[in-house]
């Protein structure tokens, strides 16, 4: 694994902790891949507020305190890991094995802190719908998504084409 697709892949697993989904097929991976446990939704909460604090100050490209203090509670444990072979290895965040908030704590607040630097691999957006409150990891070429799905960018271009038409009409 390419140590930006880790940090990539551990931002994902930031959003998609902070917004609620189901575990993706990543997510159930890294916890069998790393010998983690999945919380429930009671071990998660005292997590919870801090990663979307966390999550939100590296859409918004800054204040950098949230993530700063997501450090500070989660203190990466950083190591080499060569779980994917020998002669593949790269760092880790946390250990193998460790309690699941903590290990999502250290590795989520690693990985912020790396996309709140500038790692230009990893993009964290907050979706552009009027009342979505999700966020996004763009990975598109450009770096220039939007909308955290294909349901908000289509509301949004139906519901400008209707008010442009509208506008159109009362002239």
Known sequence: M?????????TRLAVELVNGDEPSELRREFFRQHHIAEPDAGELEGLLQSLRE???AVADTGPIAPVNLLLERFPPAIHVSEHDGEGQQHLHFARDGEEPVPWLGRSCAAALAHAICGDPEVTVGRCQADGCPRFYVDDSRNRSRRFCSNTCASRTTVANHRARRRAATTR
Not at 2 to 10: D, K
């Open 2 to 10: 390419r140590y930006v697709a880790y940090i990539g892949n551990l």
């Open 54 to 56: 966390a999550v939100a």
